[in-house]
């Protein structure tokens, strides 16, 4: 139990383009969703933490007009790149609540290349 | 000051050996602590909590000091397939939010 799947596992997009990455859990209802992103030979940092019906709560630094966060249902949340530039070009990685207190569940990763 | 301190490594090792892995933190009111592996390109995973009383999970220890703020991971009798990158995770008090370290690549080779 307790699978997330995200979507596209990776993506490859050219400059200027827009860039949808899907994070579900597949058996469990998740009202939390976090979404991560980790460069080269660094640690993940967290991006966002997006609630359901809610808007979302993004870290300092981590601009909310370019990285739109969805989380319509309690099972999907999504994570748009707008207006992508290379430097956006990372490992994303979304991460459910758990039942347990400070449980979380990782997806496999999106691994995004912006030429 | 990192948050999370990790020696990034990399931790070449033989099989069989047994190695240990520190991480600092910088924030005296963390309340929780883990210790994740991440393979390749791929997602964390979790490996163990961490208690105050320390424990035990076959081949892994894990320790807490909360006077000196620093968590270990000892791993006995090394395989191969531990070869990956361990991350130290801490929460603060008043969050839920995981803060990661760098972490410490581990290669065990024949």
């Known amino acids: 139990g307790a699978v997330v799947s995200q979507h596209p596992s990776w993506v490859i997009c050219k400059s200027g383009t827009s860039v949808k990455i899907e994070c579900r859990s597949l058996d469990f209802q998740a009202t939390t969703m976090f979404w991560y992103r980790q460069f080269p030979k660094q640690s993940l940092m967290l991006m966002a933490t997006s609630n359901e019906g809610s808007k979302a709560t993004y870290e300092q630094g981590v601009e909310k007009d370019k990285f739109l966060i969805n989380h319509a249902s309690l099972t999907l949340s999504t994570l748009t790149v707008t207006s992508a530039h290379p430097e956006d070009s990372s490992f994303y990685i979304c991460?459910?609540?758990?039942?347990?207190?400070?449980?979380?569940?990782f997806g496999p990763g999106t691994r995004l290349t912006v030429t | 000051r990192k948050e999370v301190e990790q020696d990034p490594g990399p931790f070449n090792v033989p099989e069989g050996a047994t190695v240990a892995f520190n991480c600092t933190y910088s924030?005296?009111?963390?309340?929780?602590f883990f210790w994740y592996r991440q393979d390749c390109r791929k997602e964390p995973k979790l490996l163990m909590s961490v208690y105050s009383s320390g424990n035990e999970d076959g081949r892994f220890t894990a320790q807490l000091n909360r006077a000196s703020q620093y968590i270990s991971l000892l791993i006995r009798d090394s395989k191969l397939s531990d070869s990956a990158t361990y991350l130290c995770?801490?929460?603060?008090?008043?969050?839920?939010?995981?803060?990661f370290g760098t972490g410490t690549r581990l290669q065990v080779f024949p």
């Open positions: 924030n005296s009111a963390s309340q929780s």
């Open positions: 991460s459910a609540d758990g039942l347990a207190a400070y449980e979380q569940y």
């Open positions: 995770v801490v929460i603060s008090y008043n969050t839920d939010k995981l803060i």
